[in-house]
């Protein structure tokens, strides 16, 4: 599958950005889908996932209350609403997906068989 992330941008903290990431070339309800972030000199890390039919969400504590995953499974869609965002949210963010039927839950990045190419979201202070 084949997966391409957008909307990033530069926003003033406490603002809101929508991430979409549109995939192709699969099945797309027969992935597990996560967004991960890397910060500049920092590992990437586990933002948030979900299930392949929505039924089940996971975040990291760091964004939970703020972010929020979701998904159009007719439109072969994954989106992060980002909302109060802070200048430490500040990294490069990527789409994953997993082939698999589970629930979402705290994946690590070799959990994820396919990525795309991140984008960057820029919060001020």
């Known amino acids: 599958v084949q997966l391409q992330a957008s909307g990033g941008g530069l926003v003033q903290a406490g603002g809101s950005l929508r991430l979409p990431c549109a995939a192709s070339g699969r099945t797309f309800s027969d992935y597990r889908m996560a967004w991960f972030r890397q910060a500049p000199g920092k590992e990437r890390e586990f933002v948030a996932a979900?299930?392949?039919?929505?039924?089940?969400?996971s975040y990291a504590d760091s964004v939970k209350g703020r972010f929020t995953i979701s998904r159009d499974n007719k439109k072969n869609t994954v989106y992060l609403q980002m909302n109060s965002l802070k200048p430490e949210d500040t990294a490069v963010y990527y789409c994953a997906a997993d082939k698999s039927y589970s629930s979402a839950t705290m994946l690590q990045r070799d959990d994820m068989a396919y990525w795309g190419k991140g984008t960057l979201v820029t919060v001020s202070s």
């Open positions: 979900i299930s392949w039919g929505g039924g089940s969400t």
